[in-house]
């Protein structure tokens, strides 16, 4: 399976922003279900999103209460997937995961694994603390 490797995080006061990066070791393009996850302190891991590339077509969904803070994006040529996130607050202090899976051919496939956290690479994680 692909490699993942997450960089970018650190910490950052309220209201702030960074850009993680997931460098995958082979290409993460067509039919492949990328998603970003995160996991606070003393809470279970969370889902951030997804996106799913379908015939050359990038598809995008967030949990509602990260909608319009956080922007998941691949560049294909790098191999990397991406989360800006923007306006941070203090419950968004969480380790942050990407995973991939190949071989998703729809939309509603990727959404069913990013419901049951089913992905067969992992990142390592990168740590992300926002500070009052």
């Known amino acids: 399976q692909v490699q993942l490797v997450e960089s970018g995080g650190g910490s950052v006061q309220t209201g702030g922003s960074l850009n993680l990066s997931c460098a995958a070791s082979?290409?993460?393009?067509?039919?492949?279900?990328t998603a970003w996850f995160r996991q606070g302190p003393g809470k279970g891991r969370e889902g951030v999103g997804f996106m799913v590339t379908v015939d050359s077509i990038n598809y995008v969904k967030y949990a509602d209460s990260l909608k319009g803070r956080f922007t998941i994006s691949k560049d294909n040529a790098k191999n990397t997937l991406y989360l800006q996130m923007d306006s941070l607050k203090d419950d968004d202090t969480a380790m942050y995961y990407c995973a991939a899976v190949s071989k998703t051919p729809s939309y509603n496939t990727c959404a069913r694994r990013f419901e049951q956290r089913q992905f067969d690479s992992w990142g390592q994680g990168t740590q992300v603390t926002v500070t009052s």
């Open positions: 082979e290409s993460i393009g067509n039919s492949y279900c």
